[in-house]
């Protein structure tokens, strides 16, 4: 059971464009004044620049959907934990099911990607989750353990810097969420392991995600521990993302 703040993360996947980024971090900012939670959004890198003019002197954080492994060199289209530090990312979402699933990312690969950003400063969001198939053949506590035991092997010195978030694929974009008993059942087996890895385990917020919204979030974020939300589709619409905030702040 922890006190801190819990962690209120847009994700904007591949979305958004000059004129409706402008409207939507404008009004996202006017609305958070009074959130007691910590707000993020994950924007896609050509709108880093543009979001962290936007979000100047608020306390909307900036955060990126992937990183490189790398820190420079020959690798075409990829982009480094450095070249997100100069655009203020202070977090970046690692091995999130999409990029698993279209991108072929492996356990070690998101191990490595977090390594790098902590390695500059940057906090890595490491996303886990089963899919539908795997929980129905009652894989979901193997499936994600696995995938957080790769991020604590490679980044044990530092585990407790990091965030975790819990999407189960099949709540990913499809409308069908997980029950609050359901989220918190994982949630706390996640807690567990990140315990056998660090004294500090309380401190690491341990977000939900996959199809949270307005009329969800409070339920699930009121679980002993759900530390805050990974917000896909909600966080694209203003009004929905303060509701969440909101239900962030309570
Ligand atoms: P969703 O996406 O809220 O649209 O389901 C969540 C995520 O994939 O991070």
Known sequence: ??????????????NGALQANDALVRAVVAGMQDAA????????????AQVQM????SKLELGAQDVSQHASGAYTGEVSAPMLREFGVRYAIVGHSERRQYHGETDALVAEKARAALA?????????????????????????????????????HCISEIVVAYEPVW?????????????QQVHALLRKQLAAATAQADRVRILHGGSMNAANAASLLAQPDIDGG???????????????IAAGSR
Not at 54 to 57: A, I
Not at 131 to 154: C, D, M, N, S
């Open 230 to 244: 990974l917000i896909g589709g909600a966080s694209l619409k203003a009004p929905d993302f303060l509701q969440i």
């Open 120 to 156: 500059h400063g940057i906090t890595p969001i490491a996303c886990v989750g089963e899919t539908l198939a795997e929980r129905e053949a009652g894989q979901t506590e193997e499936v994600v353990k696995r995938q957080l035991a790769a991020v604590i092997h490679v980044n044990g």
């Open 54 to 57: 936007l979000k100047s002197g």
């Open 1 to 14: 059971m922890t006190q801190k703040r819990k962690l209120i993360a847009g994700n904007w996947k591949m």
């Open 37 to 48: 939670c910590e707000v993020a959004v994950c924007v896609p890198a050509p709108y880093l």
């Open 171 to 183: 709540a990913i974009g499809t409308g069908r969420t997980a029950t609050p008993e359901q989220a």
